[in-house]
């Protein structure tokens, strides 16, 4: 039986920053040592990102609706696979 692995990670992108500062945030999808990565359709500044936690570490409505959609994501994306 071969073994299968599965992992979602958000980042943000700090290579693509627009002339605001914002930065993209996208989940890398990687299923058995293959990987691609989605555009989630969140933009944020890099230093309000928090990579060990993958969250926006503000507490403001803005930060809090990223993180609601970050999350929305992560559930379809494990319902997909499973």
């Not at 071969?2 to 989940?27: E, H, M, N, Q, W």
């Not at 990102?49 to 993180?67: A, G």
Request: with cysteine.
């Amino acid at each position: 039986m071969k073994r299968t692995t599965f992992s979602v990670v958000f980042f943000c992108k700090k290579t693509k920053l627009t002339k605001k500062g914002t930065a993209p945030i996208y989940a890398r999808i990687t299923t058995s040592g293959r990987s691609t990565e989605i555009y989630t359709q969140c933009r944020i500044e890099p230093e309000h990102w928090n990579q060990r936690l993958e969250r926006c570490m503000l507490r403001d409505p803005v930060s809090t609706q990223i993180n609601g959609i970050l999350a929305t994501y992560r559930t379809n994306i494990l319902a997909a696979y499973g």
